[in-house]
């Protein structure tokens, strides 16, 4: 093979690359903070009184409570946390912002036996860690309520029995579950795990009268919107293409592969020359518009295509929806088989909710599990809200990526020129774009 057919590759991650939770700051020991420690009764007084709330319940006897862990300003460093937590034994399950992080104690006992750490200790690594805590607390139901601002605004417009998501803890789900039907009267509550992030998707009559009793249940977090994937609207070309502009194969050489998630490539598409493999769910697509389009941008090269083997998989509905759960079910299976020859994913999804700037969305983080997962890398949108796509003045307020576009591991795509393209919407009104090498216009 000459240097001409050598494609980039992408170097596989190894755990020897980096090193994970430093014990010391690099060039000595800890720093401790001129505050000194916080002050340990005030610190176990919170956590027992956080307990006592929340065994005043009956539903909550013996289960665990979330408690909330608070970095002083500047002590962000993961370093500067790493003996407290090793010591402690206190795991991180979630974050509320920067500084501060959410864990879990399991019974009063718990409680003590940390106190007894937090005054007894004389490890000097250990004393400038803890140094550097603020505070640890109860997350009480009103810091739930603060967690779950965007359940709230989607709860003012939602219908009285839709989908909503309660985060919670791994392996006690089953518990939660039991509440949520017997107690809530919730028609359904399935569970979802991803890596150690936990989440009932849950049917509850009329829930918004229901949401305060149900954020005094010890085992719920946060509550969240259930995210709907759907595909972007189809976009069709200007000008026509001729059949010649589809490049041959060349079955010796050796090209970049790539793998398509969207509805599919149509059987009578031209590009099937460059198609390695067809991978579907549930059947056939009523329509394949939208995952031949993309099939077509991915191998655009001026006004040839090819260059590029593809997975073709239909997977994203042309009308409705997926849920992210469904997704996660379905992309796993796919790069179980897939993941050590393809490492490129473009995923044609999208919705409707703009990123919270004060939660992680769990369907960003589901991708962002899989790609940690199986070594892989999701091209992803960054969104389509509505009213840019429309040029609506009306805007500013949600003027940002939509969810799961802030994926922290995917690499998240969009247009600068959403207006001015080669491009437009397939049932739009003809519209013509200006062309800045001739006076002429392009027209559809």
């Known amino acids: 093979m000459n240097s001409e057919e050598c494609f980039p590759f992408i170097l596989r ?13 690099r060039g000595g020991s800890i720093r401790t903070h001129p505050e000194g420690t916080p002050d340990t009764a005030a610190i176990k ?31 962000y460093s993961k370093s500067l946390r790493y003996n407290f937590l090793k010591i402690t034994g206190i795991k991180q399950l979630a974050s509320m912002s920067p500084h501060e992080f959410i864990f879990s104690m399991d019974s009063v006992a718990e409680v003590n ?32 309520a603060a967690m779950s601002c965007d359940f709230f605004h989607f709860a003012e417009d939602a219908k009285r ?83 010649d502009c589809v490049e041959a194969r060349d079955t010796d050489k050796s ?21 390695l493999d067809t991978v579907r769910f549930d ?28 997975l073709s998989v239909e997977m994203l509905p042309n009308e409705g929806s997926l849920s992210i759960d469904v997704f996660y079910e379905k992309m796993r299976k796919v790069l179980k088989e897939y993941h050590k020859h393809i490492k490129i994913y473009n995923i044609s999804l999208g919705s409707d909710s703009v990123v919270s700037s004060e939660e992680y969305s769990f369907a960003a ?8 997962e199986f070594d892989v890398l999701f091209v992803i949108s960054a969104g389509n809200y509505e009213k840019l796509r429309l ?26 020129a959403h207006l001015d393209t080669n491009i437009q919407l397939k049932d739009s009104p003809v519209r013509t774009f200006p062309s800045a090498d001739r006076d002429t216009d392009l027209t559809q």
């Open 13 to 25: 991650f190894s755990r020897t690359m980096h090193r994970q939770n430093p014990r010391t700051a």
């Open 113 to 144: 036996r940390l106190s007894r750490i937090l005054k007894e200790s004389r490890n000097a690594a250990f004393t400038a860690s803890y140094s550097h805590i603020r505070d640890m607390n109860t997350l009480m139901p009103e810091d739930k």
């Open 161 to 243: 029995d839709s989908v909503f998501c309660i985060n919670t803890f791994a392996d006690k789900e089953h518990r939660l579950s039991h509440f949520l039907i017997n107690e809530m009267g919730a028609v359904s509550a399935d569970t979802l795990t991803v890596g150690s992030f936990t989440t009932v998707k849950a049917v509850i009559p009329d829930f918004k009268s229901k949401t305060d009793k149900l954020l005094t249940h010890s085992l719920v977090r946060s509550l969240s919107p259930d995210t709907e994937l759907t595909l972007t609207p189809n976009y069709i070309r200007h000008n026509d293409l001729t059949l």
């Open 283 to 310: 059947g056939e697509q009523a329509s394949h518009k939208h995952g031949t389009f993309v099939s077509g941008r991915l191998l655009l090269d001026n006004e040839k295509f090819g260059g590029i083997l593809f």
């Open 391 to 416: 040029d609506s003045d009306d805007v500013f307020i949600n003027d940002r990526i939509t969810r799961p576009a802030e994926s922290v591991h995917s690499l998240t795509v969009g247009s600068a």
């Open 45 to 75: 007084k919170n956590l027992l009184t956080g307990f006592s709330y929340y065994q005043k319940y009956q539903y909550n006897n013996g289960l665990p409570i979330f408690g909330r862990l608070s970095m002083k300003q500047g002590s």
């Open 255 to 275: 090209y970049p592969k790539a793998a398509i998630i969207d509805s599919g490539l149509s059987e009578t598409s031209f590009l099937k020359e460059w198609e």
């Open 365 to 372: 983080y589901v991708l962002d599990s899989l790609q940690k």
